[in-house]
């Protein structure tokens, strides 16, 4: 088990490091620059603050001085926020997404779970029918049209929630973590029904069966288990396009977040803002999609008993 993380560990930097160089250098070369908007600065004054930002300097110094910076834990001060570290600017952020994300990925598992649980109990009836039609609704929603609309339903029409923000308020958190978690519980609902269905065929389900046990004791004890390991594989690809689909859902409720201001750093291309988010969510991405796969492996006895050989 030890080897494989620090296989994949090691794997993972040259990863990391191609997202960094690919990022670093689209920034520098889309048209205009984060101070070319700021129509009223003197040249004198726009070139003085090209040179405290190193942005004076060639290219690939600039590149080279940005990762000797990294290496020590610094992203670099953000060109929008005078006074403010990317650093300052990720931990204000990151908290409120990550929120978001939890709830979202709670959502996704909890509904979806059980669609699928209850849909692969009794396949071919309408009990399957109904929530893989619901599922493939969900898949085929995208969350910039589905958010509009659970506003306009919840929030304008019917009054039941708020439309924008994210406060302490339970209520405050349901629109934008439903309207995030609702294409992951259906992927997870057809990926636990496919699961379940292929582990209620195996011969140790027919032997609890032919043992007497409640059907309730073979699905939860026996069935769940392994139903369950496609869904925490797809957790790490969940993760990260949570993280992503967060950005849209943080501009739809207005929230404060991490992606708000990825947004906003592209539009006024913060430089270092832009490459600081990037960096952080790769580097969380590769970290989520090695944890799903340990998880996954320890859910699996055969792959446990391979990965516990290779140590």
């Known amino acids: 088990m030890l080897n494989f993380i620090l296989s994949r560990s090691m794997q993972s930097i040259p990863v990391i490091f191609v997202v960094i160089t690919i990022t670093f250098f689209l920034v520098r070369f889309a048209p205009g620059g984060p101070f070319d908007d700021e129509k009223s600065v003197e040249p004198e004054v726009k070139a003085a603050l090209e040179a405290q930002y190193r942005l004076d300097q060639p290219l690939f110094s600039q590149y080279a001085a940005y990762l000797g910076d990294l290496a020590q834990g610094d992203l670099g001060p953000s ?6 570290s990317v650093n300052e600017l990720i931990a204000t952020g990151f908290p409120v997404t990550a929120e978001l994300g939890l709830y979202a990925i ?15 109990l009794k396949p071919n009836t309408a009990q ?13 929603m995208p969350t910039f049209l589905l958010g509009p609309l659970l506003i306009l339903v919840f929030g304008i029409w019917l009054e039941w929630l708020p439309v924008s923000g994210w406060g302490d308020l339970p ?10 978690g609702a294409a992951y519980a259906a992927y997870v609902a057809r990926l636990s029904r496919g699961g379940m269905l292929e582990v209620m065929s195996q011969d140790y389900i027919r032997t609890a069966r032919a043992k007497g046990l409640p059907e309730r004791v073979v699905v939860l004890k026996h069935g769940l288990r392994g139903g369950m390991i496609p869904v925490v594989a797809y957790l790490g690809p969940a993760f990260a396009g949570i993280l992503s ?6 501009t739809i409720f207005q929230i404060h977040g991490l992606g708000r201001f990825y947004v906003q750093a592209a539009f006024n291309r913060d430089y270092t803002m832009i490459l600081g988010c990037t960096v952080f969510l790769a580097t ?5 999609n090695l944890l799903s796969d340990l998880l996954a492996a320890w859910m699996n006895p055969r792959l446990r008993s391979q990965l516990g050989g290779n140590q």
């Open 245 to 250: 689909g967060s950005f849209v859902i943080e």
């Open 284 to 288: 969380l991405i590769v970290v989520f």
């Open 79 to 84: 060109f929008k926020y005078p006074g403010r």
């Open 128 to 140: 399957d029918y109904v929530p893989m039609s619901l599922a493939m609704l969900g898949i085929c």
């Open 171 to 180: 209520g405050d958190k349901i629109l934008p973590s439903f309207t995030l």
């Open 106 to 120: 709670l959502i996704a598992l909890c509904i979806g779970g059980i669609s699928g649980v209850v849909a692969a």
